[in-house]
């Protein structure tokens, strides 16, 4: 299975974004997927998590609000739209994938099997 995140780049404060993971070489609707970012020196922090149907989302209190998760069954991709960007949003971004269901450890990254290679998201004040 392979996971290639994009849609990264330098964006304003109050900017938007939207990035994007396609998955291949697997089959992208029984995976539960999700964002995950990471800030140097800081740990792996859990952003959005989708379930397989796309019908069940979860947010991390930090971006609720401010970002949505879908998916896209015919494009095998996975997105996240990220308005009212903020410099504490910089980090790098990674998109990953469970074959298994992550319902009860959806914010915990040794949960998720598969991973992208990531992709930089840097907010300017």
């Known amino acids: 299975v392979q996971l290639q995140a994009s849609g990264g780049g330098l964006v304003q404060a109050g900017g938007s974004l939207r990035l994007a993971c396609a998955v291949s070489?697997?089959?992208?609707?029984?995976?539960?997927m999700a964002w995950f970012r990471q800030a140097p020196g800081m740990e792996r922090e859990f952003v959005a998590a989708?379930?397989?149907?796309?019908?069940?989302?979860y947010y991390a209190d930090s971006v609720k609000g401010r970002v949505t998760i879908s998916r896209d069954k015919a494009k095998s991709t996975m997105y996240l739209q990220m308005n009212s960007l903020q410099p504490e949003d910089t980090a790098v971004y990674y998109c990953?994938?469970?074959?298994?269901?992550?319902?009860?450890?959806?914010?915990?990254?040794?949960?998720?099997?598969?991973w992208g290679q990531g992709t930089q998201v840097t907010v300017s004040s």
């Open positions: 070489r697997g089959t992208f609707s029984t995976y539960d």
């Open positions: 989708v379930e397989k149907s796309g019908s069940t989302k």
């Open positions: 990953a994938g469970s074959p298994s269901s992550i319902l009860s450890q959806v914010r915990n990254h040794h949960a998720y099997n598969y």
